[in-house]
Nanobody, 118 residues
């Protein structure tokens, strides 16, 4: 059974930091692109950050310079370091694991809540 388990949820003040973790079981992430998405109330889910199997990264413009995605293949874990958080970063954050042969998402985590107060 494949599971992506996120942790690190929290409530922080604007300007603060959080680190989210996503640990996979039942699959190897070594050859998969991995991503973090978020969905705020009343909005569509959006891709926040993605890291390819070779370590290339990309970010949505709104988080560039503030968020960093990284991966530890040996620990089957992907991280999202979030600094200088803003109230508009408030959302449920989801980890994703992509297909081995494309960037389609094969697996999702259950989501973890991040709330940033002003």
């Amino acid at each position: 059974q494949v599971q992506l388990v996120e942790s690190g949820e929290g409530l922080v003040q604007a300007g603060g930091s959080l680190r989210l973790s996503c640990t996979a079981s039942g699959i190897s992430i070594r050859f998969r692109g991995m991503g973090w998405y978020r969905q705020a109330p009343g909005k569509q889910r959006e891709l926040v950050a993605r890291i390819s199997r070779t370590g290339d990264t990309r970010y949505v413009d709104s988080v560039k310079g503030r968020f960093t995605i990284s991966r530890d293949n040996a620990q089957s874990t992907v991280y999202l370091q979030m600094n200088s958080l803003k109230p508009e970063d408030t959302a449920v954050y989801y980890c994703s694991a992509e297909n081995l042969y494309s960037d389609d998402v094969d697996y999702w985590g259950q989501g973890t809540q991040v709330t940033v107060s002003s």
